[in-house]
């Protein structure tokens, strides 16, 4: 399973917690996928000008 965060030039960005999506290793999304992506769309146009990185993560354990 992966995840991602949003990593801009003052570290991990957090708003309301922390964005992130993703997909399970058997391809089922997540049910707030298109939500989270949403959000991650509208932090990058706002925060273009900090040089938004998108950094993936891959889960070694369960949650």
């Known amino acids: 399973m992966y995840f991602y965060m ?3 030039n ?6 309301h917690g922390i964005y992130y999506w993703g997909e399970q290793e058997d ?10 992506q949403a959000k991650l769309i509208n ?5 273009v000008e900090q040089q938004i990185e998108i950094v993936k993560f891959e889960l070694k354990e369960k949650l």
Do not use: A, D, H
């Open 27 to 36: 391809g089922e999304r997540w049910t707030n996928l298109s939500t989270v």
């Open 43 to 47: 932090i990058k146009q706002r925060w």
């Open 10 to 15: 003052k570290g991990y960005y957090s708003e």
């Open 6 to 8: 949003i990593r801009n």
